[in-house]
T-cell receptor
Framework: DAGVIQSPRHEVTEMGQEVTLRCKPISGHNSLFWYRQTMMRGLELLIY????????DSGMPEDRFSAKMPNASFSTLKIQPSEPRDSAVYFC?????????????FGSGTQLSVL | GEDVEQSLFLSVREGDSSVINCTYT??????LYWYKQEPGAGLQLLTY?????DMKQDQRLTVLLNKKDKHLSLRIADTQTGDSAIYFCAESFSGNTGKLIFGQGTTLQVKP
């Protein structure tokens, strides 16, 4: 298995632009998580899905952030409009929820820089 | 609410043992995890322990769990320069939703 695949690997954009981050979870996994990592705040859970349904989006910072999971093999995290304080590494992770041990598998992350 | 605390930094010499500590709050967590993050990479699962166990050993790694004190530790024997990374402790959220609560990470620096 190729693991969790995220794209792009790096994204540099200007304030006010729309940014879309993409994630392909591990085949067969039914839970998907979006995390954000910064030096100041560490690893923050933004939103997670079970069976393509958003379960908890309480970590999404503002209405500028939205996430979708149209099918079991694809998810997007969109920021519109982007701001410099959104600069961070965004990780996607997946797992098989409902098993005895939900081990999370992470992608390599998207390094986002908003100028 | 749920919270996981770790010290931020640990420096050891190559060949020494490293001990990274973690405290957590959710006593109903079924599993506790240690993840490793190397520079520029995502988090990688290192090891985990079931909540009814006191200890788990996996080659150079030893995990100790004190459930009464809600204290978890990771011991790395014969620490190598390749062990330099950030180590995250995580607990499973109540209800087995698949959601993990992560600590802020401990940066391990291994000096030659």
């Amino acid at each position: 298995d190729a693991g969790v695949i995220q794209s792009p690997r790096h994204e540099v954009t200007e304030m006010g632009q729309e940014v879309t981050l993409r994630c392909k979870p591990i085949s067969g996994h039914n839970s998907l998580f979006w995390y954000r990592q910064t030096m100041m705040r560490g690893l923050e859970l933004l939103i997670y899905f079970n069976n393509n349904v958003p379960i908890d989006d309480s970590g999404m910072p503002e209405d500028r952030f939205s996430a979708k999971m149209p099918n079991a093999s694809f998810s997007t995290l969109k920021i519109q409009p982007s701001e410099p304080r959104d600069s961070a590494v965004y990780f996607c992770a997946s797992t098989m929820w409902g098993t005895t041990n939900e081990k999370l598998f992470f992608g390599s992350g998207t390094q986002l820089s908003v100028l | 609410g749920e919270d996981v605390e770790q010290s931020l930094f640990l420096s050891v010499r190559e060949g020494d043992s490293s001990v990274i500590n973690c405290t957590y709050t959710d006593s109903s967590s079924t599993y506790l995890y240690w993840y490793k993050q190397e520079p520029g990479a995502g988090l990688q699962l290192l090891t985990y322990i079931f909540s009814n166990m006191d200890m788990k050993q996996d080659q150079r790694l030893t995990v100790l769990l004190n459930k009464k004190d809600k204290h978890l530790s990771l011991r790395i024997a014969d620490t190598q320069t390749g062990d330099s990374a950030i180590y995250f402790c995580a607990e499973s959220f109540s209800g087995n939703t698949g959601k993990l609560i992560f600590g802020q990470g401990t940066t391990l620096q291994v000096k030659p």
